[in-house]
């Protein structure tokens, strides 16, 4: 019965550990729910929109990264994203990715 338990356990430990969480820890980390929300708009757009209107877009991915470090504006409204410079190409990428996901 214990090996059992310990299976069990573990199951519910590990079992449905989500991949993709380690990118929303990344939004955390870089404080981007300052000012976004997953499906909830703030200062800037709710990300579930951004991974809308680039859906059928094939550069979102690269033209997106740009973006989250370069800051911009005029896209979503008169409001102003920051450059993001702390955010690392490859992290840049990786949030890019994920947030397109969220659709
Ligand atoms: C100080 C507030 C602020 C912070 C912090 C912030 N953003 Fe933004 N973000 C905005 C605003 C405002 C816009 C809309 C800009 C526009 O209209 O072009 C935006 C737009 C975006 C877009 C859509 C760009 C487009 O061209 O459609 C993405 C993707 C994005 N942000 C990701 C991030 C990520 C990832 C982080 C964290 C690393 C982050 N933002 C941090 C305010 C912020």
């Not at 300052?34 to 209107?53: E, L, M, N, Q």
């Not at 550069?59 to 504006?73: F, N, Q, T």
């Not at 993001?84 to 949030?95: F, G, I, P």
Request: neutral net charge; glycine residues 6%; aromatic residues 8%.
């Amino acid at each position: 019965m214990k090996p059992l338990l310990v299976f069990a356990v573990s199951l519910c430990l590990f079992g449905n550990a989500d991949p993709v969480l380690a990118d929303k820890d990344m939004l955390i980390k870089n404080n981007c729910f300052a000012c976004h929300g997953i499906d909830k708009r703030k200062y800037g757009p709710k990300f579930v929109d951004v991974a809308r209107k680039y859906a059928n877009e094939e550069d979102a991915v690269p033209m997106l990264a740009r973006k989250i470090r370069a800051g911009g504006s005029g896209v979503w409204g008169e409001d102003i994203m920051p450059p993001q410079a702390q955010v690392s190409e490859d992290d840049a990428v990786a949030l890019a990715k994920y947030i397109l996901s969220l659709q």
